[in-house]
């Protein structure tokens, strides 16, 4: 008997890890999986021209930026459920991943339709012409059935990782893969829709996913007894904490933006390696967005248990784990530097400012795994509201940092590097300050299922 506490507090190091683990890697496996529909579709539609892969590129940055404003359905989901699993309400959790999804489905509705009248104004105001512009219309177009699976995927994947499970997400991403592959060879090339048979092909895929979550939250809430209807309060108060996180993704879609604008100014050859810097960026983050994935399905859990002095232990716990990774990823991303580029590109020039920026973003990792880890804490812990406006005071310090550079006049290698330490060291930094600063008070931890 006195040896019991010693035990309990030596297994619970393990048993934590044990839990973020079974969230964690399901997690990345199938944010891997996400961005391979839009390789699958490009590798396909680009062996039909140069002019189709163009308008499919085009069309996708349109389809993909309101999408990504759209992925607040999973994040505001998530918590809701989890927090009342942790309070013991079965139901209400439910429940709330039953409004996450009428939400969904409303705005999928009035967004693709409105995305169908406009794209034609749309693609032209990105500049398109000619054949380019035709593809890019097409695309969008019938693109549009697929949005509106697309947030319900958000939403249903929000209400299974509330419920603490990820590993379905994975298996539907990876099948609805692999159904997107052969829809897309069958569309494109057998029955020869060109780029019309990629966004039909990708549009059945997402619905068929789509509908393995429709048909889980059903099945969950009749066996539960909870009601399919729509409870418009409850929409009403997902929408609400909703705009919050569309503010906050907003702001981090603008500094991006931004970015690209400074960077554009400096030339093809900077435009192109920050571009190359970016993706490797973009990949780097889906690891360490698999550790705040499971902070959101954790902590939301706990504050609903009102144990906050777990979900402390939770976060200090992957806190370590972020930081720890990014030191890792930013040594590995260090010695590769000087080779990375050779993968994309024979252009020395290229080469060289690539292997600046890489550099810098390698120092930067650490901060990154940091940000990363307690962003996904506070999306967990519902506190929407102050990621909103963390978010814009992080875009007033990045704004001055990007002025700098312009103003500079700086171009080649060191000018892509200064703008990746703005990036990547100053507006990483300010994240890290503002997330900082609110995870060290208690004004997060609101305990309970309100």
Do not use: C
């Amino acid at each position: 008997m006195p040896h019991q506490p010693a035990q309990a507090a030596a297994e619970a190091p393990t048993r934590h890890a044990r839990e973020i683990l079974r969230l964690a890697v399901p997690a990345f496996g199938a944010l891997i999986a996400e961005p391979l529909f839009l390789l699958a579709d490009s590798a396909i539609v680009g062996h039909l021209g140069v002019a189709q892969l163009a308008g499919v590129g085009l069309a996708s940055a349109v389809l993909h930026t309101a999408v990504g404003l759209m992925v607040f359905l999973a994040y505001s989901t998530t918590p809701a459920v989890a927090r009342a699993i942790g309070d013991g309400q079965l139901a209400k959790a439910l429940a709330a991943g039953r409004d996450g999804v009428w939400l969904a489905l409303l705005l999928g509705a009035v967004l693709a339709a409105a995305g169908f009248a406009a794209a034609e104004p749309l693609v032209t105001l990105m500049g398109a012409e000619g054949e380019v512009r035709t593809f890019a219309v097409d695309y969008l177009r019938w693109s549009m059935p697929g949005l509106v699976a697309m947030l319900l995927i958000f939403a249903g994947t929000g209400v299974l990782r509330g419920l603490q499970d990820t590993r379905t997400p994975l298996v539907v991403a990876t099948a609805g893969f692999a159904l997107n592959i052969a829809l897309n060879l069958w569309l494109v090339y057998g029955l020869g829709w060109s780029v019309t048979g990629s966004a039909v092909g990708t549009s059945i895929a997402q619905w068929a996913m789509a509908a393995v979550y429709l048909v889980m939250v059903q099945r969950y809430a009749v066996r539960n007894g909870v009601s399919l209807l729509p409870d418009w309060h409850g929409i009403r108060t997902m929408t609400r904490i909703g705009s919050w996180l569309m503010l906050r993704t907003l702001s981090l879609r603008i500094a991006i933006l931004a970015t690209v604008l400074v960077v554009t100014a400096q030339g093809a050859v900077n435009l192109a390696a920050h571009q190359l810097a970016m993706t490797i960026f973009s990949f780097l983050a889906f690891a360490l967005d698999a550790l705040a994935i499971a902070a959101q399905a954790l902590i939301g859990k706990e504050l609903g248990a009102s144990n906050p002095a777990r979900a402390r232990l939770l976060t200090r716990t992957m806190i370590r784990w972020g930081a720890g990774f990014g030191v890792i990823t930013g040594l590995v991303l260090a010695a590769a530097a000087p080779w990375a580029g050779a993968l994309f590109t024979s252009d020395p020039g290229v080469h060289s400012a690539l292997t600046s920026a890489l550099w810098v973003l390698a120092a930067g990792q650490p901060v990154a795994g940091y940000v990363f880890v307690l962003d996904g804490v506070l999306i967990g812990a519902g506190d929407a509201k102050y990621l909103a406006l963390a978010g814009l005071v992080n875009l007033a310090v990045y704004v001055p940092l990007l002025l700098a550079v312009s103003g500079s006049g700086m171009s080649g290698t060191a000018g892509l590097m200064w703008l990746w330490a703005a990036f990547a060291l100053g507006y990483m930094a300010a994240r890290a300050v503002t997330l900082g600063v609110r995870a060290r008070s208690d004004r997060w931890m609101v305990l309970g299922s309100p």
